[in-house]
């Protein structure tokens, strides 16, 4: 039978994430691999600030409008699990069932399929550390392979970024990270006095945005 498809124009608003370090010149010619170190560091700062925006970023220049900022977004509060509660309220095992309705709520929601669990290590680290009265893991424990990294059959990603006791199920394909440049690193002399005092920036920054084509398929 014929389907269809409806769309609504929507528009992402493309954002430079950028930051710079200054370095002099006698350092870049004294030690042969500064540069590259420095590259290297500052290309990681971008990837942290990238990870920021995509989850918090709250969509006033400079930032992007994270997943956390979507309207439609499915936000399961505790007044929603006080007037629904999972199984063991209250204790522990509390947070996995949480997570476990989170996917069926992926499912009944948006109709769409859960496919990650985004949380915060020190969320993760209470999830690989629980145990049965006695004292066994619950999931697998440290030595079983296969067991760490993955919850209700769904991979879970850690990341500081997300605040502690937060977490985020979701469809990864109702939503697409948007290059509009890859990260770049440029070298000048020309800020400020910098050239007289035989200082370089190098600066690293890149521009994207987050399109999130269906905001209920995510649960937080």
């Keep these: 039978p014929e389907s269809a498809i409806t769309f609504t124009e929507e528009t992402f ?34 990837e942290r600030r990238i990870s920021d925006q995509l989850i918090n970023g709250n969509g ?8 956390l900022d979507q309207s439609g977004i499915t936000v399961a509060d505790n007044t929603y699990f006080g007037a629904s509660p999972v199984r063991d309220p209250g204790t522990d095992n509390e947070q996995p069932n949480r997570i476990r309705r989170a996917k ?9 399929k859960a496919t990650f669990i985004l949380a915060n290590p020190a969320d993760v680290e209470t999830w690989d550390t629980l145990t049965t009265t006695d004292g066994e893991y ?6 079983l392979a296969g067991s760490v990294g993955r919850m209700w059959g769904l991979p879970i990603y850690e990341d500081e970024y997300i605040a502690a006791g937060t977490a985020i199920v979701g469809d990864g394909s109702m939503a697409a990270v948007v290059d509009r440049m890859d990260a770049q690193v ?19 920054e890149v521009r994207l945005t987050l399109a999130v084509f269906r905001p209920s398929a995510f649960v937080v």
Excluded: C, K
Excluded at 60 to 66: D, E, H, K, V, Y
């Design 138 to 143: 619950l999931f697998g424990g440290p030595l």
């Design 13 to 46: 608003t493309v954002r430079t994430v950028a930051h710079w370090i200054p370095v002099t010149r006698q350092m870049l010619q004294d030690i042969p691999w500064m540069e590259d170190y420095i590259d290297g560091r500052l290309r990681d700062g971008l």
């Design 186 to 204: 440029y070298t000048a002399d020309q800020h400020s006095d910098f050239f007289v005092r035989n200082i370089f920036v190098l600066l690293a």
């Design 60 to 67: 006033t220049a400079p930032n992007i409008s994270g997943l």
């Design 104 to 112: 069926r709520l992926v499912q009944t929601t948006a109709l769409a």
